[in-house]
């Protein structure tokens, strides 16, 4: 009876891991296993395809040496690679690195990592690798719209500082023209008082200096 209970406990776990296994090699992502010597132990479909190895090439090797990592115009050592980084004892790491295949492919990729374990026996790296290209055109796109509003704002601060000198040049062309007409008018001996022209000219004042 318990012989059985196990065989079908072994059962069950193998078709929970096949699931598993399934799911995960359905992913975009590249995702991999590997011992506290950094060798793989597991990886989906797609690290196959990262390093452009057979599955069977690919377990067992140095994960360093399957996926060599560049930042800026420099190769990153053994102990500057996420991998090695982990295994000095970093928990995580995280970060935008560029692959570099012997066979000139490359590639921006977004690397993930995490150690688990606590000692020789159960320590494990599990690492995911996904594009950042994407993330890196969404980005540009986004500088690329700033700029474009900012351009348009400049545009608009010059187009309103335009308007401002010709309205502020009207109001003085109408000023005078109101003044010139009142001194006509007066020196004409019109009946027209002072006083009101006075007015008149406050008023026009008022209702154009809101505008400018």
Request: hydrophobic residues 45%.
């Amino acid at each position: 009876m318990q012989a059985r209970q196990h065989e079908a406990l072994i059962l069950a776990l193998r078709n929970t891991l096949g699931r598993m296994e399934a799911a995960l090699s359905g992913l975009d992502e590249a995702i991999v296993w590997a011992n506290s010597a950094g060798e793989v132990q597991w990886c989906n479909s797609a690290f196959d395809r990262l390093v452009n190895r057979d599955h069977l090439r690919v377990l067992g090797a140095s994960l360093v040496d399957l996926v060599p990592l560049w930042r800026g115009n420099q190769p990153l050592s053994a102990r500057e690679h996420p991998v090695g980084i982990l295994l000095e004892g970093s928990g995580r790491v995280a970060g935008d690195y560029e692959l570099r295949r012997a066979d000139g492919f490359r590639a921006l990729l977004d690397v993930r990592g995490k150690s688990v374990g606590f000692t020789l026996e159960d320590f494990a790296l599990v690492m995911v690798f996904a594009p950042a290209t994407a993330r890196h055109e969404t980005v540009a796109t986004q500088r690329d719209e700033i700029t474009r509003l900012e351009a348009a704002n400049r545009e608009l601060a010059e187009r309103s500082a335009a308007a401002h000198l010709v309205l502020s040049t009207l109001r003085y062309d109408l000023r005078g023209a109101i003044e010139d007409e009142r001194k006509y008018l007066l020196g004409a001996g019109s009946s027209v008082s002072k006083d009101r022209f006075d007015r008149f000219i406050r008023k026009v004042g008022e209702l154009l200096d809101p505008v400018v």
